[in-house]
C-alpha cells in the first residue's frame, strides 16, 4: 500500500482542503475532479510513476494525461 508523501502542514491541509490528496492516497483513490479522476488507482507503469502518486495523488492515467 502506498502512503502520501510528507509535507508541511500547511501545505498538506491546502492539498486535502482542495483535492483530498492524503485521504485519496490512503484509500487508493486519484485526487477528485476536477484535478483528478477519483476513481481507484491501477497499477503504475513503473516507480517514478507510482512515487509521484504519492507527491501528487494522481493515478497512472491522469499522470499521462497532465504530463
Known amino acids: ?13 491546502f492539498l ?3 483535492a483530498g490528496r492524503s ?11 476536477p484535478f483528478g479522476c477519483g476513481k ?3 497499477p503504475f507503469r ?4 507510482a512515487r509521484e502518486y504519492q507527491i501528487s495523488g ?3 492515467t491522469c499522470q499521462d494525461t497532465i504530463w
Open 16 to 18: 486535502e482542503e482542495m
Open 40 to 42: 481507484p488507482i491501477t
Open 23 to 33: 485521504s485519496a492516497v490512503t484509500e487508493g483513490l486519484c485526487v477528485r475532479p
Open 1 to 13: 500500500m502506498l502512503t502520501p508523501s510528507d509535507k508541511s502542514p500547511a501545505i498538506e491541509s
Open 46 to 49: 513503473d516507480e517514478k510513476s
Open 58 to 60: 494522481l493515478c497512472q
